[in-house]
């Protein structure tokens, strides 16, 4: 049995959840959030907590039941307190700003690379060499935070680059000195 798949999603207060055949919405004060459950997943509401239930012991049945609960735990998370991820510059002259909606990275290259927000995604620059990415859905927010670490990842000699906060460079030895 699934540990996380039978574990009740509790409703906070000011979050609606609505069941409309295998479509799911859900509404709270961040925001409006609708995923399409598989059609074998099946999905009960009772009082301020919603239950996921499986038809049978294979194989698919299980392995749907932990990521639909999941997915819609998320879902419930995101839009009554979003989710953040922060990223960190780390070299000399590389920084972040905001120009309008953009954000702007001075990463090293010859030229400054720019990154337009997603849809339903919000950056700050509280610091030059900080960027939080906040939003509603949790995997629009990673997926936006592991594009911009991508721009230049963190390398394990000196640890220059875009690293997630909490992060940790495995640092390498540089060249042996001449003798």
Avoid: C
Wanted: charged share 25%; glycine share 12%; no cysteine.
């Amino acid at each position: 049995m699934s540990r996380i798949g039978k574990k009740p999603i509790s409703l906070p207060t000011g979050v609606e959840f609505i069941i409309d055949g295998n479509k799911v919405t859900v509404k709270g004060p961040k925001g409006e959030l609708s995923w399409d459950v598989p059609a074998d997943i099946g999905l009960v509401q009772e009082g301020n907590q919603i239950l996921v239930t499986r038809p049978s012991d294979n194989k698919k049945h299980r392995s749907l039941h932990g990521l639909s609960r999941a997915l819609i735990a998320n879902m419930v998370e995101g839009v009554s307190n979003g989710f953040e991820k922060k990223l960190e510059l780390v070299g000399v002259g590389y920084r972040a700003q905001m120009q309008g909606t953009k954000l702007v990275i001075t990463a090293g290259y010859s030229h400054p690379v720019e990154v337009e927000a997603p849809e339903g995604i919000e950056f700050e620059v509280p610091a030059v060499n900080r960027i939080n990415i906040k939003g509603i859905d949790k995997q629009l927010v990673g997926n936006t935070a592991a594009h911009i670490r991508a721009i230049r990842k963190p390398e394990p000699y000196k640890g220059k680059g875009i690293k997630y906060e909490n992060e940790r460079i495995r640092r390498k030895a540089g060249k042996a000195g001449a003798k």
